[in-house]
């Protein structure tokens, strides 16, 4: 079976691009293990106050505005903080500030006031997940412009960084809806990652990423369209026919609904033997 992993481009490997992206700024991994680099120090996950502190730390890290105590208590104790709750909060602010000089931040860097706390991280400083949102927009804008090998880059990037979990062990309303939207970008990464396999003439690279991608989302009919394409590249029109087939059936049984037009067409166009 082909792995989706071997993506080999005249663009380089995944972790040089990855490299190139971050240089040598304060590096912060919330997918995967949690984890903080600096040019002054690193801390890996097992040195973080529990999972109450990598918690905080996430949501401190994604918010761009100051957060209340209350709203930080609700997220560590699923909304039913204990009489002590404050005493208790503070604690884990106080772990974290020390972690964070551990890590060549200044302890002032998370802050109190006005009951509120806030994490103001050093100028570029790079999280994974901002950076795969960033890099999935520059894939979709250089796909977008017809240019497969500047998008391969950024949409390399999006799609090994969003593959990983966001707080793995972590439950709750806000960690499922930051998963939610990681899955989202990494749909939308494999969608990128796809598309430059087809202009590069890999049309068995772009099938396993267009199939990996309707595992996770069998209704998103990109993913339909890709696996058409790719198997119509590779000449076998039977299966991009089946690969029609496959979505007319389930939007049909599932949502009682018809292919969009655009994917009608492109069921046209392999009847036809466009190419």
Same mark, same amino acid.
């Given at each position: 079976?082909?792995?989706?992993?071997?993506?080999?481009?005249?663009?380089?490997?995944?972790?040089?691009?990855?490299?190139?992206?971050?240089?040598?700024?304060?590096?912060?991994?919330?997918?995967?293990?949690?984890?903080?680099?600096?040019?002054?120090?690193?801390?890996?996950?097992?040195?973080?106050?529990?999972?109450?502190?990598?918690?905080?730390?996430?949501?401190?890290?994604?918010?761009?505005?100051?957060?209340?105590?209350?709203?930080? @208590?609700? /997220?560590?104790? !699923? &909304?039913? #903080?204990?009489?002590?709750?404050? %005493? =208790? *909060?503070?604690?884990?602010?106080? +772990? $974290?500030? @020390?972690? /964070?000089?551990? !890590? &060549?931040? #200044?302890?002032?860097?998370?802050? %109190? =006031? *006005?009951?509120?706390?806030?994490? +103001? $991280?050093?100028?570029?400083?790079?999280?994974?997940?901002?950076?795969?949102?960033?890099?999935?927009?520059?894939?979709?804008?250089?796909?977008?412009?017809?240019?497969?090998?500047?998008?391969?880059?950024?949409?390399?990037?999006?799609?090994?960084?969003?593959?990983?979990?966001?707080?793995?062990?972590?439950?709750?309303?806000?960690?499922?809806?930051?998963?939610?939207?990681?899955?989202?970008?990494?749909?939308?990464?494999?969608?990128?990652?796809?598309?430059?396999?087809?202009?590069?003439?890999?049309?068995?690279?772009?099938?396993?990423?267009?199939?990996?991608?309707?595992?996770?989302?069998?209704?998103?009919?990109?993913?339909?369209?890709?696996?058409?394409?790719?198997?119509?590249?590779?000449?076998?029109?039977?299966?991009?026919?089946?690969?029609?087939?496959?979505?007319?059936?389930?939007?049909?049984?599932?949502?009682?609904?018809?292919?969009?037009?655009?994917?009608?067409?492109?069921?046209?166009?392999?009847?036809?033997?466009?190419?």
């Amino acid at each position: 079976m082909l792995s989706v992993g071997r993506l080999a481009r005249p663009c380089g490997e995944f972790g040089e691009t990855l490299q190139q992206t971050i240089g040598q700024s304060t590096r912060i991994y919330l997918t995967g293990r949690v984890t903080i680099e600096s040019p002054g120090g690193r801390v890996e996950q097992g040195a973080f106050p529990g999972r109450q502190g990598r918690l905080a730390f996430a949501h401190l890290v994604l918010r761009d505005t100051p957060v209340p105590r209350s709203e930080l @208590a609700d /997220l560590l104790w !699923a &909304g039913e #903080p204990p009489s002590s709750a404050d %005493a =208790a *909060l503070s604690a884990v602010v106080s +772990r $974290l500030r @020390a972690l /964070l000089r551990d !890590a &060549g931040l #200044p302890r002032e860097a998370l802050s %109190a =006031a *006005l009951g509120c706390y806030e994490l +103001r $991280l050093p100028p570029g400083t790079w999280v994974d997940v901002r950076a795969a949102a960033s890099a999935v927009h520059d894939a979709e804008a250089a796909l977008q412009a017809e240019d497969a090998r500047t998008a391969y880059g950024p949409a390399s990037v999006a799609y090994h960084i969003t593959r990983r979990p966001f707080l793995p062990g972590e439950e709750g309303p806000w960690v499922e809806e930051q998963r939610a939207q990681l899955l989202a970008l990494h749909s939308r990464a494999a969608e990128g990652l796809a598309m430059v396999s087809l202009s590069n003439g890999e049309p068995a690279i772009a099938v396993a990423l267009a199939e990996e991608l309707l595992a996770r989302d069998p209704f998103r009919e990109a993913g339909y369209q890709i696996l058409m394409r790719a198997h119509l590249a590779a000449g076998s029109r039977a299966e991009a026919l089946r690969a029609y087939e496959r979505c007319r059936r389930l939007l049909a049984e599932e949502l009682g609904a018809d292919p969009s037009s655009e994917t009608q067409a492109l069921h046209l166009q392999v009847l036809t033997g466009g190419g």
